[in-house]
Every structure is written in structure tokens, then in C-alpha cells.
């Protein structure tokens, strides 16, 4: 898979890119957890999503926050790396123009950010949000949240309490127009740490039910 690197807001980005051979498939983007506690482009579950969005004819995408490997910068606890996503979006569409639509999917500090471009980006359709930490972080500005999605989190997860992940998904319950559909992963920890094949198994039977018409309620396309 071709390596790249390209303009982010703090300097340059280094990512790992795969075209897909249809000029009008869907992009896929794969945010990855926290800069500071070991996250990269090349954690084991962001390079296997990649390749489950790649392996359905998405044109994909992950890369390296700001201040990671090759990735110019340094953190910027989150509104820095919500501009680097925003960028490598800009900079995927910018080679599909004839691409209408986009999924985004996050783990952990991914999630966050994943979830914030959405608000952003109306062409975003669908999300995969793994392991996401509403304890830590403020999911406030889903309100309302404008796309279906998945939220998977594991029942022994401590750095994402059940709890917590439970508070965000029924607020977002109420949500009309929208499906959100959870997974609760038994036994699992915030790193799958033995249940890694089961998290990916669980969101390519979600994205493959998405692309098949089911788990969203049919609505209005967002113009971007």
C-alpha cells in the first residue's frame, strides 16, 4: 500500500493510502488512539479496519496525528488532530472528486475525533466508533448526531467504563432519523487485548449490513 505524506495544518502528514479502482467508491478514513500513550497509524485494530474498509472496494485512508512518526507537529489534545483529520479528508477528495459519500472509523482518542468530523462533514455517512471515552472526553456537540453509526466497546473495559459508554449511546437513542447500533463485547478490555478478531468480525458484519441498505433509516442524502 503506497505511502504518502501530505500538507496537514501544522506541516506535513504521513499516511498510508490505498485507491480504490472505482473513481465513484466511498472513502474511508481510520483515526488512531491517543498520540501520547503509544497511538499510531499502525496499531494493530486502525490496520485492520483499513484493510476491512479496502478489501469492499472503499478508497482508505489512516495516518499519523500530528507529532507521530513522520507526522509534523505536536499534540494538541485534540483540536489540532480534529484539523489533521479534517485535512486528510480534504486531501482524499481531492484525488475522488467523483466520490460522494465517506465512513470514518476511530478507536479511543480516534473515536472522538472521528465522531467531531462528522459533525463537520456532511458527506460522512456512517461512523465506526470503537471504544470511545465519554468519561474523559465531552460528546456534547453530537446534538444532534446527523449519521448512523456503530459504537463497540467491551464490558471490561476500565479507561471507558461500561457506564459511561452506555450514557452516550441512549442520549443518542433519542436521536429520530438516526440508528445507532451497539455492541457490548464480553470480557473485553479497552485493548481487545483476546478479542481483537471479534471487534473486527463485529464491524465488518456492520459495515457489510450498512452496504447492503440496513441498520439506517432511509433519509434525505446531506449535501456537502
Not at 42 to 65: A, E, H, P, S
Not at 66 to 82: C, K, M, P, V, Y
Request: aromatic content about 10%.
Amino acid at each position: 500500500m503506497p505511502e504518502v505524506i501530505f500538507a496537514g495544518p501544522a506541516g506535513r502528514l504521513e499516511g498510508r493510502y490505498q485507491p480504490s479502482k472505482e473513481k465513484s467508491a466511498p472513502i474511508a478514513i481510520v483515526l488512531h488512539p491517543h498520540p501520547q500513550f503509544g497511538g499510531t497509524m499502525n496499531n494493530k485494530i486502525v490496520y485492520d479496519l483499513f484493510y476491512m474498509f479496502q478489501k469492499r472496494g472503499f478508497t482508505t485512508l489512516r495516518f499519523n496525528f500530528r507529532g507521530i512518526g513522520r507526522s509534523q507537529g505536536e499534540f494538541d489534545h485534540g483540536t489540532g488532530e480534529l484539523s489533521d483529520a479534517a485535512a486528510a479528508l480534504d486531501w482524499v477528495q481531492s484525488l475522488h472528486p467523483d466520490s460522494k459519500s465517506c465512513w470514518v472509523a476511530g478507536y479511543s482518542f480516534g473515536a472522538w475525533i472521528g465522531m467531531q468530523l462528522l459533525m463537520r462533514r456532511p458527506e460522512i455517512e456512517g461512523f465506526i466508533s470503537i471504544a470511545p471515552q465519554p468519561n474523559i472526553y465531552d460528546f456534547s456537540f453530537l446534538a444532534p448526531c446527523p449519521s448512523s453509526g456503530l459504537i463497540i466497546h467491551g464490558d471490561s473495559d476500565k479507561v471507558a467504563p461500561t457506564k459511561d459508554v452506555q450514557g452516550l449511546v441512549d442520549k443518542l437513542h433519542t436521536q429520530k432519523g438516526i440508528t445507532i447500533t451497539q455492541k457490548t463485547l464480553l470480557g473485553a478490555n479497552h485493548f481487545f487485548s483476546s478479542d481483537a478478531d471479534l471487534l473486527l468480525d463485529e464491524c465488518a458484519d456492520y459495515l457489510d449490513r450498512r452496504l447492503n441498505g440496513e441498520l439506517a433509516d432511509p433519509r434525505p442524502k446531506r449535501l456537502r
